[in-house]
């Protein structure tokens, strides 16, 4: 079953520590050699992108950035046989930031992607 | 141990904390049982034991984690509580064996099991080496093809006895003999934790191949319905081959096989229809594929073709899954491409299935005429004569060449020989149609 992470955080003025995307980098080699880890790439800050809104039957589109507290900063897909597992690469991947990068906050939506198991088999 | 059944509906069993607990155990066991195993291999020299000082210590964790909470370093954990395991069982060994005037119980060769387990500290430097050696462990050449299969499961997949047995629908007690008689097999062959030589080196990873194939296929090939420990054994497959793919970089057909597991298994939505039939490539919505798992299959056929060694059988089937993978429809397939890749193939494992699927290549991109004369040197060569599929395409080709009535006769046939009852009932309306297309009073094709 497949799990899409989106992890969003604050983003403090300085740039995070060298040691912290070498122990990102480590962890994610770790997750393809397990062969749980699909897909991933890095998300540039909103003022980069835009929000195309369908509100009230009328569609806008507004450049960011987005007036929200937290950016979403990546995405991770994993393919892993429960909840828990894409939990624990999850929880791993905040642990790095908690031992690496003080003051850091943000969270890891951990996501189900439907799969052929959400779907009950025919009678 | 038992991972509950599929789907964590929220306010089901899941939701209790002690429940919550033991899952989250098994998922730290799930990514962490292969590289524990292979680490205490190394250690005690003797996979059996490592594979029980694992188990042990997952015993361990499913008793303490739901009481103390899952420690900061779960990895770490059961290491060193399987280590601590490992020195007591050779502590009591050396007691059982009244040599308790030794203070170590070094083996013939100076091996020093309590020593070693004490003062291993570096399992991160060796774990790549460590894994490789497990998988071709689990996998040698003196064990059966079942207990390398229920071994490589067990020790690289971290799956229970009870999930193994699900899987390929036997009793538990057969797929934990299985085990055992593994574990007895390596012992009584002295079969050390090593890699293969270099002589040796390409018929071991062709066997470890072999392994991971089989299983792909044992979960590729589960119809809707079965226990979900049979489909999930392709996913147990895709994982070994990714893995195998980072530790042996440089062999091409390591890639092949990650390939193929990769663009077949993108087909996996579109090849059953919603009443639960199977549906033959041609007929897929090919809209259901994977786009991802194709793109990552084309990317590892990519790598495998870059590599100056030779190519081989399962580079040359994903790129022959590869042309299929890049036809938008089914016209859109590249046909000649696919007999060439075909011949090729044939060339190097000659076998007659290769040929009657060079058939359908063949008479796709060269006319059924062409198609048909593979298809009848191999009828005169008396090869495969109860094998369904061989009528079956002789009758496609005919009908191509508009010969109804022989057609017909062919998916009779065809559906005479085959075992399969939704199969059977493919033919059977292939033939009912190619008869009204000959009947005199059928309607004008």
Redesign the interface.
Same mark, same amino acid.
């Given at each position: 079953m497949r799990y899409m992470i989106l992890l969003k955080g604050t983003q403090p003025a300085e740039p995070p520590p060298p040691g912290l995307m070498e122990a990102i980098m480590k962890l994610g080699d770790e997750a393809n050699a397990a062969g749980a880890l699909l897909d991933t790439a890095g998300l540039a800050p909103s003022v980069a992108g835009a929000r195309v809104q369908l509100s009230g039957g009328h569609l806008s589109v507004v450049d960011g950035p987005f007036a929200e507290a937290k950016e979403f900063i990546s995405y991770a897909l994993y393919e892993v046989r429960s909840r828990q597992e894409a939990v624990e690469w999850a929880s791993r991947f905040l642990r790095l930031h908690q031992e690496l990068w003080p003051g850091w906050d943000g969270d890891a939506d951990v996501l189900k992607v439907f799969g052929p198991e959400d779907f009950a088999p025919p009678a | 141990m038992t991972?509950s059944g599929?789907?964590?509906a929220a306010g089901g069993p899941e939701a209790a904390p002690g429940n919550?607990a033991r &899952?989250?155990v098994?998922?730290?066991w799930?990514?962490e049982s292969g590289r524990l195993i292979a680490g205490l291999a190394r250690i005690t020299g003797d996979v059996g034991l490592a594979e029980e000082l694992a188990q042990d210590a997952l015993v361990a964790a499913l008793e303490q984690w739901p009481l103390t909470g899952t420690p900061?370093n779960p990895a770490g954990w059961l290491m060193t509580t399987a280590k601590n395991r490992g020195i007591d069982t050779f502590r009591r060994r050396a007691v059982h064996q009244e040599k308790l005037t030794m203070l170590s119980c070094r083996t013939p060769d100076g091996h020093d099991p309590i020593a070693a387990l004490v003062d291993d500290n570096t399992l991160d430097d060796h774990i790549g080496d460590d894994l490789l050696r497990l998988i071709f462990t689990a996998a040698h050449p003196a064990l059966t093809m079942d207990s390398r299969v229920a071994l490589t499961l067990r020790c690289l997949g971290g799956l229970s006895t009870d999930e193994i047995a699900r899987a390929f629908l036997v009793p538990e007690s057969t797929a934990a003999q299985r085990i055992v008689r593994a574990k007895r097999t390596l012992a009584g062959h002295s079969v050390g934790f090593e890699l293969p030589g270099p002589e040796q080196m390409a018929d071991r990873l062709a066997t470890v191949l072999q392994v991971v194939f089989l299983i792909f296929n044992e979960g590729y090939s589960a119809t809707?319905?079965e226990d979900?420990m049979r @489909? %999930?054994l392709a996913?147990e497959a *895709?994982?070994?081959? &990714?893995?195998l793919a980072?530790?042996v970089p440089d062999e091409p057909e390591v890639h092949g096989l990650l390939a193929l597991m990769e663009i077949q298994a993108s087909r996996? %939505?579109a090849r059953v229809s @919603?009443?639960?039939l199977p549906v033959l490539l041609p007929d897929q919505d090919r809209r259901l594929w994977d786009r *991802?798992l194709i793109r990552?299959g084309l990317e590892s056929l990519r790598r495998a073709e870059a590599l100056p060694a030779p190519i081989g059988p399962y580079t040359l089937q994903a790129a022959i899954a590869a042309c299929h993978a890049r036809a938008a429809t089914v016209q859109d397939t590249d046909w000649a491409r696919i007999a060439a890749l075909y011949e090729v193939l044939g060339g190097l494992w000659p076998s007659p299935v290769v040929q009657l699927n060079r058939a359908v290549a063949v008479g796709k991109s060269a006319g059924p005429a062409a198609g048909l004369a593979i298809v009848d040197g191999l009828i005169a060569a008396e090869e495969l004569p109860q094998y369904p599929q061989l009528p079956a395409v002789r009758g496609d080709l005919l009908a191509g060449l508009e010969r109804w009535q022989e057609a017909q006769a062919e998916f009779e046939r065809a559906a005479a020989l085959t075992r399969n009852a939704q199969e059977q009932a493919i033919f059977l309306s292939r033939a009912a149609e190619l008869s009204s297309r000959h009947a005199p009073w059928g309607p004008a094709p």
């Open positions: - | 991972v599929q789907g964590s919550a &899952r989250a098994e998922a730290v799930r990514i900061p809707t319905g979900w @489909p %999930a996913e *895709l994982r070994l081959g &990714r893995l980072v530790l996996s %939505a @919603p009443d639960g *991802l990552r």
